[in-house]
């Protein structure tokens, strides 16, 4: 709830307008900023490197994304593989980088105050121009961190200063259910360069079907809902049932991925999943 706070006998102070001279100077660092940004998410050179078959006691791995200029991120753990479901999966974040830039950052300590380096686990670049810098830290391991608060806040401020924000992820919201398991299972049917040929024609239908709906529905009414399969040394008349994939699940999944339809995410996915069409203005061009 929003509470304001006023005294009966004076009315608000009018704000100060800003000097000619300051707006020049803000919008001269938003535009560095931008820029700077920019070439970091084009250019992606990671400020760190974790070495294959390196012995690290957090596991780290590799991450495949189309959202990165290599076309793979390195995941430090299994946490930061689990934030990269909810990043792949989200229409509104174009660009993610792993260790994208070493920054120095003013620490207070006991005696004063000391220059530290910092490089964040993942930069984040969302549709509307927002940057996000990313840690991620498992809960029971923060209390082990000496300073962690005061660290968490002064990155804050260090990185506002640079146009993006900071922030320490972990389990309370990375993993959340179902939601975690709906991302991952839509994450398994992305679009591919494999994809079978009918795909594009059940995604275009789905797109002209009338919303909302459900996933059981479109299931029922697509005119292509199943895939048949047989091995290369058999004949045609062969061909089996694949009931553990329906392409109308998968291009319902794709279509959600690409910002053109919305999936109800806060129940398990299953035939009665509600399925809308995503308002114009938000779809990806």
Avoid: C
């Amino acid at each position: 709830m929003r509470t304001s706070l006023r005294t009966r006998s004076t009315a608000p102070a009018r704000p100060t307008p800003p000097t000619p001279q300051f707006l020049d100077h803000d919008l001269a660092k938003r535009m560095e900023n931008e820029a700077f940004w920019r070439g970091v998410f084009l250019s992606n050179e990671p400020k760190k490197e974790i070495k294959p078959g390196t012995r690290y006691v957090t596991l780290p791995g590799w991450f495949p994304t189309r959202k990165n200029p290599r076309g793979l991120v390195r995941t430090s753990s299994p946490l930061t593989r689990d934030l990269m479901f909810h990043l792949d999966t989200d229409p509104e974040i174009v660009s993610i980088a792993d260790f994208p830039i070493e920054t120095t950052y003013r620490s207070k300590t006991s005696s004063g105050f000391k220059m530290r380096e910092h490089i964040p686990e993942v930069g984040i670049l969302r549709r509307d121009g927002a940057v996000f810098v990313v840690d991620v830290m498992p809960v029971h391991v923060q209390p082990t961190i000496p300073f962690v608060r005061q660290r968490t806040s002064e990155l804050k401020s260090a990185y506002f200063d640079q146009g993006a924000t900071y922030l320490l992820l972990d389990e309370t919201s990375l993993h959340l259910e179902p939601l975690l398991g709906n991302l991952k299972r839509m994450w398994k049917h992305k679009r591919n360069d494999h994809e079978l040929a009918e795909m594009s024609a059940i995604r275009r239908w789905i797109l002209d079907t009338r919303f909302p709906t459900t996933i059981g529905a479109l299931m029922r009414e697509a005119p292509i809902n199943a895939v048949f399969a047989h091995w290369s040394d058999e004949p045609q008349e062969a061909a089996r049932h694949v009931t553990e994939n329906n392409p109308v699940f998968s291009a319902v999944m794709q279509l959600a991925i690409a910002g053109q339809l919305e999936v109800d995410l806060d129940a398990r996915f299953s035939p009665s999943t509600i399925v809308t069409r995503k308002e114009k203005s938000n779809v990806r061009l």
